[in-house]
């Protein structure tokens, strides 16, 4: 079986990284541009067999069980994220420099923000202590939005905006 990499969409994008790969411990990433006049598949390849991402279900445990990290790799157009568990992998030797932790530095493409942090409250209105994906609009996407009803509003009635 092939590993399936490909976003076709941002959506699709966004919801695989926040439901499949936060909550699975994929926490520490790299993330990048592909360049216009490289091919993507090819870059698909030589990443996916470099960090041995297409691994096997039982080979992810066994790394899991000795202490090593495992991957996982996700692209959308020529943007792309390498996302990694805690553990031993030469991804934390080659990319030093460039990791960043999700839970502290969101990943932020095509208008959205997807970070995992401390969540929201209980049923019972308390807060709630376990960590949670969380996605939202990207601040300057934000901005752009909120600035655009800014100028429109006063010139629109409310029926307008429905």
Avoid at 45 to 68: A, C, H, P, Q
Avoid at 101 to 127: A, K
Avoid at 141 to 155: C, G, H, I, N, V
């Amino acid at each position: 079986m092939r590993y399936r990499c490909v976003a076709t969409s941002v959506k699709g994008f966004v919801q695989q990284i926040a439901t499949c790969y936060l909550r699975h411990g994929y926490w520490w990433y790299v993330a990048g541009l592909i360049p216009e006049h490289k091919d993507a598949k090819k870059t698909d390849s030589k990443l996916v067999s470099k960090y041995e991402i297409d691994s096997t279900e039982w080979r992810r445990s066994w790394r899991k069980k000795n202490g090593m990290a495992n991957m996982q790799y996700i692209r959308h157009e020529h943007f792309f994220v390498l996302l990694a568990t805690k553990g031993r992998h030469t991804f934390f030797d080659e990319e030093a420099g460039r990791i960043r932790d999700v839970r502290r530095t969101p990943i932020r493409h095509g208008g959205y923000s997807i970070s995992y942090r401390p969540g929201g409250r209980t049923r019972q209105g308390e807060r709630d202590p376990r960590w949670h994906a969380h996605v939202e609009i990207d601040r300057p996407r934000y901005s752009e939005l909120k600035a655009w009803f800014e100028d429109y509003a006063p010139r629109r009635n409310a029926d307008w905006f429905r």
